[in-house]
Nanobody, 127 residues
Framework: HMHLVESGGGTVQPGGSLKLSCAAS????????MAWFRQNPGEEREGVAS????????RYAEAVKGRFTVSLDNDKNTMYLQMNNLKPEDTAMYYC????????????????????WGPGTQVTVSS
């Protein structure tokens, strides 16, 4: 079984930056595809960014393109999300997720495709 743990969340002013980390442990053979999602209370979970471990193909939600960058450090079994020029609407609980395989007929940012989830880290953007 694989475990995912996020870190790096916090409170930042608009225009600021944060870097989230997602450390994978246990059976890390289950993380061929990894992604970041975010969610606010009462709202649906939204895909933010995804990355494939081998091909390093990435996908981003339109709302974060040009501001967020997802990356992987295979040696550390850690995924990162560099978030720049943060906006109040980026405020949410951020979750990392992993999957062995994806159905490429569906979006790589579809949360239903991912089987392993971390507990989340809160990001608040406020002045």
């Amino acid at each position: 079984h694989m475990h995912l743990v996020e870190s790096g969340g916090g409170t930042v002013q608009p225009g600021g930056s944060l870097k989230l980390s997602c450390a994978a442990s246990g059976d890390t053979n289950d993380d061929n595809y990894m992604a970041w999602f975010r969610q606010n209370p009462g709202e649906e979970r939204e895909g933010v960014a995804s990355i494939a471990r081998v091909s390093r193909i990435t996908r981003y939600a339109e709302a974060v393109k040009g501001r967020f960058t997802v990356s992987l450090d295979n040696d550390k079994n850690t995924m990162y999300l560099q978030m720049n020029n943060l906006k109040p609407e980026d405020t949410a609980m951020y979750y990392c997720a992993a999957a062995i395989r994806l159905d490429f007929a569906r979006s790589r940012l579809d949360s239903a495709q991912y089987t392993h989830w971390g507990p989340g880290t809160q990001v608040t953007v406020s002045s």
